[in-house]
Each structure stands twice: as C-alpha cells, then as structure tokens.
C-alpha cells in the first residue's frame, strides 16, 4: 500500500470515528439539538407580548443551542471533509501538517456556526410571529425545491467538490489554508442551508437539521 493510500485510511478511520461518536451521542440525547420552541401567547394584534423573545432565548439557551449544533456539525459535515484534508496533509509538509488541518476545519466550522445563528434565528422569529401558520414553510419548501433543481446547486456541489492549490511556507501557508476551509464551508452552506431550515420550521416543534443531508443532489 502506497503512503498516499495508508495516509487516506488512516485519516478516513479517525474522522469516522469522530462522527460514530458524535452519532451515538444525538442518538442517546435527541434533545441536543432539539428545542422546546414554545410560542408567547399572541396579542390581539397580531404581535407576541413584550419580553416574549427574552422567554424563549431562556427555554432556548443560546449556549446549549450552538453546543447541540456543534455535535450535529460533528456527525454530519466531518465524513464530507475527509478528501479535503487529505487533501491538505497531501500537500503541505510534514510539519505543518497538523496545523493547516486545524486551520481549515476551524474556518469551514466558524462558517457553519454563523449559519446555525443565521437559521435558529429564523426559526424563533417564525415560531414567535407566526406560530399557526404554514406559510413560512411553504415558502421555504418552495425556495428549496427551485434550488435543489437549479444551476446555482450543482455549481456549489461542483465547488465543493474543488481543491484549490496551497501554499507551503510561513504566513501565506496559513492563509491558504483558513481561506480553503471558508470557501469551502461557504460553497455548502450555500447548496443545502435552505434544506436544512425545513425540518427546523415544521409544526411539530423540534428542529432537526440533521435529517438534510449537507450534500443532497
């Protein structure tokens, strides 16, 4: 076996591993990434009451919410990063190694973060202002159905999909590496974000993105 092939096993092992681990823990505890999205009572208006948000920010911690996000990232998006930081330790030197991984997973990561707040955000605001209503996720369903058969998605699978070239020394090193792990992270929030955001406004009251496959064609 070449060190090509054995450095892509031995990467591959590890990162299944993780995401074994991060599975069985949302398998266990559901309710890590599930919230009690309760809605205020609605006033004559139409508006929830004053402080309505600050109640659900409290039965919704914000804390609790990015950690279940994190394990969700964990077991979902760390198989599909296996060729990409293969792709890293494949052409970066030996000693660097490590920390250009670091530096790619921590952007592609940062990335998804800002897109869990960015959909936790819409899903408190819908279920806060329109919480009898099925037009936001008409909506959605509709947004995500045009996207998922457009151009504009296999043109963000196909990037995803691309490996950029690295640079292999000091500063500039560095920088190839966080900006591969941004566009990288970037190009999938872009082809299945919408998706995801649909379980997460059903009627049912619990959000579970993981049910969207980050990748579906």
Known sequence: M????????????????????????LL?????????????????GGMPPP????????INPPASLAAGWAVMLVAMMSPVLIAPICHIRLRSFAHRRVRSVVLFVSAYSAVWMVVGCVLFAIELAVKAYT???????????????VWQLSPG???????????????AF???????????GLAHGIWCA?????LMLLPMLSS????????ASPYSS
């Open 190 to 194: 872009a082809s299945c974000a919408a």
């Open 170 to 180: 000091g500063a500039s090193a560095d920088f190839a590496a966080l900006r591969f």
């Open 2 to 25: 070449s060190n090509e092939l054995r450095d892509l096993a031995r990467v591959r092992n590890a990162v299944l591993l993780l995401s074994s681990v991060a599975w069985i823990v």
């Open 131 to 145: 919480p009898q209503s099925s037009l936001p996720l008409s909506i959605v369903a509709i947004v995500a159905l």
């Open 204 to 211: 049912r009251g619990t959000s579970s993105p993981w049910l």
């Open 51 to 58: 402080g309505s948000f600050r109640m659900l920010l409290a």
């Open 153 to 167: 998605k296999q043109r963000c699978l196909n990037a995803c999909h691309s490996h950029t070239e690295l640079a």
């Open 28 to 44: 266990v505890d559901p309710g890590s990434i599930t919230r009690l999205a309760h809605c205020p009572t609605v006033d004559s």
